[in-house]
């Protein structure tokens, strides 16, 4: 089929993207908890 | 955490059985042929970036008349999302275009004023990062994103109201416009499983913009210590 190729790439592209902004949110929120932990255990230490 | 596990395995499964519907069940338009198969990806992605800007410029009003910062995490997780969804539109677009039209981008009113809404976007993000007290930063950011929405209304009529290379409106496009049965069933569900994909990524995003709240709070008491 004509152009079957080019339907194939915007479909791959499209949730590439979805795939690649939900890996960076989780990659931002694994490092905010393990500075939420950080900044717990200096708290604690600190009392 | 399973939750999350299993509305991400429901979505990734209703997106895979829509793709298959969009493929196998709507029948292959005449002009066009195949290629007329990135629609149900395209449209479907304008119309969710649409609803999440919405979204944004709702929690960006709230914000400036109530100073939540509920409000003001809402917006920012709806513009960050909102962007992902219109960058897919913005790279689908030309996919599509360059096999139809011969070119693979062209300034016309449709195509531009898309292209400045991701920018908008953009720079609403890029607004936020530059700005470190939390309060000013929400209430910059929200007026930003109250003057980007108006960029919507803009695209969304942009074909109706001015000649332009992108094609005239399929969906509510008034007579002569309108969609096979078959067409709009399997639009009508993608569109709802990218809804539920839309809703997925805002939570998540919420999730993180709350996350980073305690963190500043507890940097706070640290110093404070």
Not at chain 2, 198 to 207: A, D, I, Q, S
Request: glycine share 6%.
């Amino acid at each position: 089929m004509k152009n079957l190729d080019s339907v194939l790439a915007a479909y791959l592209a499209g949730w590439a993207i979805f795939f690649i902004y939900y890996i960076s949110v989780s990659q931002r929120m694994s490092a905010l908890r393990d500075e939420v932990n950080r900044l717990k255990s200096l708290l604690n230490k600190g009392k | 955490m399973i939750k999350s596990i299993v509305n991400a395995t429901v979505l990734f499964v209703l997106i895979a059985l829509t793709a298959y519907l969009a493929f196998h069940y709507a029948p292959i338009e005449k002009t066009m042929g195949v290629i007329q198969k990135i629609f149900y990806l395209h449209i479907a992605c304008a119309f969710s970036a649409f609803v999440a800007f919405a979204i944004c410029f709702y929690a960006n009003l709230r914000y400036v008349f109530t100073r939540q910062m509920k409000a003001d995490w809402l917006g920012v997780s709806a513009a960050e999302v909102g962007l992902a969804f219109i960058s897919v539109v913005l790279v689908s677009g030309p996919i599509w275009a360059h096999p139809v039209w011969g070119i693979w981008w062209t300034w016309d009113a449709r195509l531009t004023l898309t292209f400045v809404l991701g920018l908008l976007y953009v720079s609403y993000l890029l607004l936020r990062s530059m700005i470190e007290e939390p309060d000013k930063r929400a209430l910059f950011s929200a007026l930003f994103g109250i003057f980007a929405f108006l960029d919507v209304p803009l695209v969304y009529f942009s074909i109706r109201w001015w000649r332009t290379q992108h094609p005239q409106p399929v969906i509510l496009g008034g007579p002569g416009s309108g969609l096979d049965p078959r067409m709009r069933v399997s639009y009508l569900l993608m569109w709802g499983a990218l809804t539920g994909l839309l809703v997925l990524l805002m939570r998540t995003r919420y999730g993180l913009e709350a996350l980073r709240a305690s963190v500043e709070e507890l940097r706070r008491e640290a110093e404070v210590q």
